[in-house]
């Protein structure tokens, strides 16, 4: 009998520990306090992750528009470069100039080439040495 006893005293003690261990933390309101706060971070996680988004897609839709008007840009450009090479009636494209101010800067610069051809001699366009007198090792035969 006695170990029917010890066995009814584990029994009972068991339960009184585990009672208590379920009890005492709810009676003292820390539990609660630690659900109030674990819900808190997870809204508070999941409000982040709403914004994070949010914001991820905002700056897609910002860089598929910017890309667009990229695209817009190049197409005008190119229109524009195709419409002044036309009025330019084959001559040499000079960009940012309108048609007749490309036409007087390819008419002065056939001019300055062909005043340059003229000043030019043959032996004035063969190009000189660094230096006329001989230096370093080659001083000795200067002197001669």
């Known amino acids: 009998m006695t170990w029917l006893t010890g066995v009814v005293i584990f029994l009972v003690g068991g339960l009184a520990g585990f009672a208590a261990g379920r009890i005492i933390p709810a009676l003292t309101g820390k539990q609660q306090e630690l659900e109030a706060e674990l819900d808190k971070h997870m809204k508070s996680q999941e409000s982040f992750k709403n914004e994070v988004n949010n914001y991820l897609t905002s700056v897609n839709d910002a860089m598929q528009n910017i890309a ?50 003229d000043l030019e001699s043959p032996t004035k366009a063969i190009p000189l040495d660094y230096s006329e007198n001989k230096m370093g090792w080659f001083e000795a035969e200067n002197k001669q």
């Open 68 to 117: 667009q008007q990229a695209q817009t840009a190049a197409s005008d450009s190119q229109k524009q470069l195709t419409a002044l090479t036309e009025k330019q009636d084959n001559k040499e494209y000079i960009p940012f100039f309108s048609p007749e101010i490309s036409e007087l800067l390819n008419q002065t610069a056939s001019k300055k080439s062909s005043e340059k051809a």
